[in-house]
């Protein structure tokens, strides 16, 4: 077998300048953080049913609408005191 390997010319434009020693880790942290964004990780067996962000926020909002309308229907009533 002949070794057909050739070589990849560099595409990469002159202009862009990828100067990694110049890089901060972590740079947009406190940013992400000020903004009240949040990250959830789901175990694998969780995420598995759920195909994207939008079925997970709808299945949290049907859970949380449920335990309102049962905390309604299991409070005491404030007459007993």
Known sequence: MKN???EVPDELRPEYS????KSVRGKY???????GANVVVLDP??????????S???AL????DLTRTTR??????GARR
Do not use: C, I, K
């Not at 909002?61 to 949380?64: A, D, N, P, Q, T």
């Not at 309604?72 to 009533?77: I, N």
């Open 56 to 58: 997970v926020n709808e």
């Open 61 to 64: 909002r049907s859970l949380l």
């Open 18 to 21: 990828l100067d990694y020693a």
């Open 29 to 35: 942290h406190g940013r992400l953080l000020d903004e």
């Open 72 to 77: 309604r229907l299991t409070r005491r009533s």
């Open 45 to 54: 067996d969780v995420a598995e049913a759920f195909h994207d962000s939008a």
């Open 4 to 6: 057909t390997a050739q």
